[in-house]
Every structure is written in structure tokens, then in C-alpha cells.
């Protein structure tokens, strides 16, 4: 896919004779008891098991065969990649290990990224994130979040908070959950400010969608929004696009209410969507659930397929 020069080098561990280097996620058990050891909230094994199984890149620390921190990325296989897990024991994190977890996330991005990839995390540490190799976000930049309520699926009591309406647009817009055609995905991300990339990681970043939505207005494809992840424990919404000659906040709207709703209905108990956005305005009318303030949203972009293409817009 033609990837841009290196950008940073690959990280080393402190004191390696110590520790062991595992390029794979850990096992279940060893996860549970890690966010457990961690003060970390509870997760389903059955469905983290199926979480696991679909990362994208996965390191994990052990020390005298435990496993004492990891982290992972989902990812489209091409233009975006997302931070999922990242988890060290308390003991642990003056080392150096969790910069080194995290530096060799970030590196096995712009490893395998495509040109114009980005990768997202959120994060209760951002100072840490920035030291690692991230980038925060300019102010304004925070997110929106659907959580399926655990106890409730699990009874049957759980009620889809958010409940769907016809798009509201007068005739001729038509809704269907295809996706793009590369030059409607290429052109609407153009015109809503994302990085140009090539036709091939195009093609391969849209054949991983999980869910999509597109509205066409007389036939042409006019916006278009996906969720990329899984719909056991972690999952994004990203190109929330839509063509500025028509109503763009309306039809912006309109799809991440419904992705939002689908992903409710979808997702295992647990499970987290995250939209990482701008007009989190947009978000909260969709139904979506504003993250704490201390969160922060962090991301590292790989350099676009031209120079003159436009990395200022975010996910909407």
C-alpha cells in the first residue's frame, strides 16, 4: 500500500533479561485476573474470548511466566486502528513497561497502516499517552459513547435507549446499511477534511466494516457512516461523512443514531461503542452518551498519499 517513511523507531524494553515478550493477546484467564489485579471492571469470559480473538496486533510483558501488562489494537486492516486494552499491574508501572506496551502499539501502526491511517485511544492518562508516541487531540475533540448495560441484557430487561425515526428529508433520499462505492467513499471523506489514502486500502478498509449505513439523494451517494470492531467488547464509530450541498448535520445525525441503535441491539452485555468527535452536539441529539471530561481522546496519524491532502478533520 505504498506506506509513508518511518516515523519512529521500534521500541526497546528496559532490562529485557527480566522480562518476556509475547506477540499475542494473553489467554482469558490471564486477561480477567490482569483488569482484576488492576482495580479494572469485570468482563464476560465468553465474549472477552471472542473479543481477544479479533485483535488486530497484541503485546503482552510477562515476568517469571505471568502475564503482568498488555495492550491491543482493532483495526480495519488498513485506514484506522484502535486502541482496545491496555492494562499493567499497579506494581508494575514505574518500569518503563507500559511506555513500552504502548510504544509498540503505536509503532506496529505506522508499521502497517495505510497512508492517511489514524489510530484512536481514549484515556484517563494522556500525559503518559503524549510521552509514548500519541497525540491529543485540539480542544473541542472528545467523545460519545452507546455501553449495552450488562445485567440488563442478560435478564431480557434491556431496552434500547435509542429508538429510530424516518430521515426526515423530503423526497428522494434513501437509506440502505450497503456500503460505499470507492468514489462516494473516497470523495465524501475528501469533503468532510479526512486524509486522501489509495484505492486498494480503501477497498480493504471497507470490506472490514461491521456495520454500515449510506443515505443515496436521487441515486448518488450523498453520506455514509461506519462502525469497525466487534460487537463482543469493543468497537468505533468512524467517517461520519456526508456531502456539505445537503443538509450535512441531519443526515450526520440520522446515521449515528441508527448505527448506535443497531450496535445496541447487537452488542454483547458490556460491550463499548466510541465515537471520537468534534461535534459531540451532533452525538448526544443521536442518543449517544458523552465520556467523563476525564477522558481524554489521543490519536497518531500516518501521513497522507499527498501533501496537499487535509488532516484536520476528526470522525465527523
Known sequence: MNRPVKIMEKPVLK????????????????????RKLGNLGEKDPIAMRESLARSAFAIQVLHEGRCIGFCRTLSDGALWYMMADGVILPEYQAGGIGKFLVSSLI?????????????????HAPDFGVKSGFNRFPSGVTGGFAWV???LKKAGRFVN??????????EGYQVS??????????????????AATGEEAARISLSNSLMTIKIDY?????AFARILGETFAWAYMVDVCADPAHDADALKTHMIRDLSARYYEKGAPGAYMLFITDRIDLAKTAGLTPVEPREICLYADQPPLTDSSSMDGHNI
Open 149 to 151: 448495560p450488562p445485567e
Open 161 to 170: 435507549p435509542i429508538s429510530l425515526s424516518p430521515l426526515q428529508k423530503g
Open 218 to 222: 436521487l441515486g448518488k451517494t450523498v
Open 107 to 123: 509503532y506496529n501502526f505506522y508499521e502497517n497502516a495505510a497512508p492517511g491511517g489514524r489510530l484512536l485511544a481514549i484515556t
Open 15 to 34: 532490562r529485557p533479561g527480566d522480562f518476556e515478550i509475547v506477540y499475542a493477546p494473553p489467554s482469558v484467564e490471564d486477561f480477567l485476573a490482569l
Open 177 to 194: 446499511y450497503d456500503s460505499p462505492d470507492l468514489e462516494s467513499f473516497q470523495r465524501l471523506r475528501a469533503l468532510s477534511g479526512l
